[in-house]
């Protein structure tokens, strides 16, 4: 029976990089996977080759809609479906075939095959059952439907089927107006689909700045989006290829309904346990059928640890791989600690979406005294010559210290940009820190700095 200090199950975000966190702190370690490939849903089948499909949507709508401008004249591209997606098959291929080269690198033993605890210091794959010390829960999670709603992942899918599409739909129906649903609503319209969202929440991306979700509802619905909000959906049914939800408008319960040839379910994402014995071995979980963890990961099961989706908190590959590094550095004996107030959240659509910290509407319910800085990027000299003056940068911040509690962005490279706010709230920054900083010119990165000179004196090029 071979034996480990650690053996993680999923080799997702979390899992992979707790894996390898593991290993570079001494241990040996092994990882269970039942894919063909290691990274998760995240590399194969999430994160990363929707963000393939949305770069390359991107530049055929920068081809058809500002080229010429630039004076780059001539017939605007035709779209290749199979060629994108061989594309992105590519992209998808190059990430997890570098992190089965990570593995061997940091002499990880992959265990190919779908794991279950027989008991505390036990896995089981297959016919063979491995010891360890540690075991490390990070299986991720699965889409979430709607009761009622049968998936083919052909006319009706979730995220899963809708990157792997037979062909560009003439039109698609999209329900939930959350992140996955908006960026794959995004990619389908502009490659010429009529896409419509259905939302229950009488507004786009719940948990968003109120203000920031309003313009960015704006700027999809420009693109060619429609949006059907305060909608509680009833039911969907396929006939002749083509699928009809029907729906109740909450406002004055009067049914509807709309047909289009693929229906996206895009209603939020579940922890992903099936199979690993949780109840067997009398794994505590909460009333959401997330696995209960204390500050250090650990469940109630002495040697048992959870990290990533199957947790409470925000579903986020970022956030999987910090609670992977912390759970590693904690079972060597180390003190890690995850910042949960500085985990940014992105939106891959363009204009980008980013941020971190606290929203107008939790300081209004906390009670909390703040100002805000705002700066548009139509002040801002990069911005405008690339054709993304749309957006703002909003930062908010103590009214009486200036430390800053949270930022907005609505705009260009807005996922990238946050992370300088994320790194100066890591120091307690206040948004002087920040203003007082010199930012390259010209650089999306000013339009940070104007917002934190809007939270004193005031903006410069505004």
Request: with cysteine.
């Amino acid at each position: 029976m071979s034996s480990y200090d650690v053996i993680v199950i999923g080799a997702g975000p979390g899992g992979y990089v707790s894996a390898i966190r593991c290993a570079q702190l001494g241990m040996k370690v092994a990882c269970v996977e039942g894919r063909e490939t290691l990274g998760g849903t995240c590399l194969n089948v999430g994160c990363i080759p929707s963000k393939a499909l949305l770069h390359a949507t991107h530049m055929l709508h920068e081809a058809e809609h500002n080229f010429a401008e630039m004076g780059l004249k001539g017939k605007a591209p035709s779209v290749d479906w199979k060629q994108m997606i061989s594309y992105k098959e590519k992209t998808v291929g190059q990430n997890t075939g570098g992190i089965e080269f990570l593995f061997k690198k940091n002499k990880i033993d992959w265990i190919k095959g779908w794991a279950t605890i027989p008991e505390a210091g036990k896995v089981k794959v297959g016919d063979d059952t491995y010891e360890t010390k540690n075991i490390i829960i990070a299986t991720g999670s699965e889409a979430s439907v709607l009761p009622g709603i049968e998936v083919d992942e052909k006319t009706v899918v979730t995220s899963t089927g809708a990157l792997e599409l037979n062909k560009v739909p003439k039109s698609m129906v999209v329900i939930g107006a959350g992140v996955i649903g908006l960026e794959l609503g995004s990619v389908y319209s502009r490659l010429g689909a009529e896409v419509t969202v259905i939302e229950f929440l009488d507004a786009i991306t719940p948990g968003m700045d109120a203000e920031v979700a309003r313009q960015f509802q704006k700027m999809l619905t420009k693109q060619g989006l429609k949006f059907n909000l305060g909608a509680a959906v009833q039911g969907v049914t396929t006939k002749g290829g083509k699928a009809t939800v029907s729906y109740k408008l909450r406002k004055d319960d009067s049914e509807h309904e709309i047909t289009a040839d693929t229906v996206l379910v895009a209603t939020g994402r579940k922890p992903y346990t099936e199979g690993l014995g949780l109840d067997a071995l009398g794994v505590a979980l909460t009333e959401r059928g997330q696995i209960k963890t204390d500050a250090k990961y650990a469940t109630n099961v002495p040697g048992i640890y959870a990290i990533g989706d199957t947790i409470e908190g925000p579903m986020l590959a970022h956030k999987a791989e910090d609670e992977g590094m912390a759970v590693a550095e904690g079972i060597a004996g180390q003190h890690p600690h995850v910042n949960y107030g500085v985990i940014p959240g992105v939106i891959y659509t363009h204009p980008e979406v980013g941020s971190v910290g606290e929203t107008e509407e939790t300081l209004k319910a906390a009670g909390r005294a703040y100002k805000v800085g705002k700066f548009p990027f139509l002040g801002n000299a990069r911005a405008k010559a690339n054709f993304a003056g749309d957006g703002f940068v909003k930062m908010l911040v103590d009214a009486k210290t200036d430390r800053i509690l949270g930022a907005h962005i609505i705009g260009p490279m807005a996922g990238d940009l946050i992370h300088e706010i994320c790194v100066a709230m890591e120091f307690g920054a206040a948004a002087e820190d920040i203003a007082r900083t010199c930012h390259a010119h010209p650089t999306y990165s000013e339009a940070v700095r104007e917002a934190a000179l809007a939270c004193g004196d005031g903006a410069i090029h505004v």
